[in-house]
């Protein structure tokens, strides 16, 4: 039997979250739809031969049937808000959707805002993700807070086990990079001094810390793969959704939002 892709590892693992996590439920379910969505667009792309080079932005009119299925997915698996949202472009805005997937992915230097934007982004993220995978990434000694292939800042972090400690991750959320980043540094100002980068957990999540920056109040989800090795750190991000609440209320912000917009 063949090994799971990525993506099956990730449907598997939201589906178990999902379970043991009713609040997280519906957004995970609907996450779900998307992965396998994703992974019927990964599989067209590695039968073409991959999506574009970081050099050649993609021809976003090819894109645009595989986009109006994926609004349609949406529409019928998709929380109401998002779900309207997408049946308005699907029928009434189609004429500006190649200007829609060509700001999302030239936006590397500002988050998406909208749904619209969010929409847009989850579409071309496994066209992102594969011409990343095309691009051989040398990383070695690659330190920078900023994803080494599209430049956007991180989405969310993993601490992976590593001698006797733990070697600290940054992901980007759009192309899936990861990288090497400094444990006692804050990713968004470079903030270095300890007292003012605290880290919070709660109960419900062990496994998942809250590293926040008091110098300029933003906040980063990790994922500590030592404490749970079977944790996949997008999709537990996703079902930490009470962590992103407690830190809303408490004045940070997140430093860039995730595949859904959260």
């Not at 909208?114 to 847009?120: G, I, K, M, Q």
Request: charged share 20%; proline share 8%.
């Amino acid at each position: 039997m063949p090994a799971p892709t990525f993506y099956q590892r990730r449907i598997r693992r939201a589906e178990q979250l999902s379970s043991q996590h009713p609040f997280a439920a519906e957004i995970l379910g609907f996450y779900v739809h998307v992965a396998r969505f994703q992974q019927m667009l990964h599989d067209r792309l590695e039968k073409t031969g991959g999506a574009t080079s970081a050099a050649e932005p993609p021809r976003f009119e090819p894109l645009l049937p595989g986009f109006q299925q994926f609004l349609s997915m949406v529409e019928e698996h998709g929380p109401s808000r998002v779900a309207s949202v997408a049946r308005e472009i699907r029928s009434t805005q189609s004429g500006s959707c190649p200007d829609l997937l060509s700001a999302v992915w030239n936006s590397a230097s500002a988050a998406p805002a909208t749904a619209e934007d969010f929409l847009a982004f989850a579409f071309l993220q496994p066209y992102a993700e594969s011409a990343r995978s095309r691009a051989q990434l040398q990383l070695e000694n690659y330190t920078h807070p900023l994803c080494p292939f599209c430049s956007r800042k991180p989405s969310f972090a993993a601490l992976r086990p590593m001698g006797d400690g733990a070697q600290r991750k940054l992901f980007c959320g759009f192309c899936l990079a990861e990288w090497d980043f400094r444990r006692i540094v804050c990713p968004n100002c470079g903030e270095e001094n300890h007292a003012k980068l605290p880290v919070y957990t709660a109960e419900t999540f062990p496994h998942i810390r809250v590293e926040c920056c008091d110098s300029c109040r933003v906040y980063l989800k990790s994922i500590d793969l030592a404490k749970n090795g079977l944790a996949d750190p997008l999709v537990d991000e996703l079902a930490s959704l009470p962590l992103d609440l407690w830190a809303q209320e408490h004045e940070y912000v997140k430093i860039r939002p995730n595949l859904l917009g959260m």
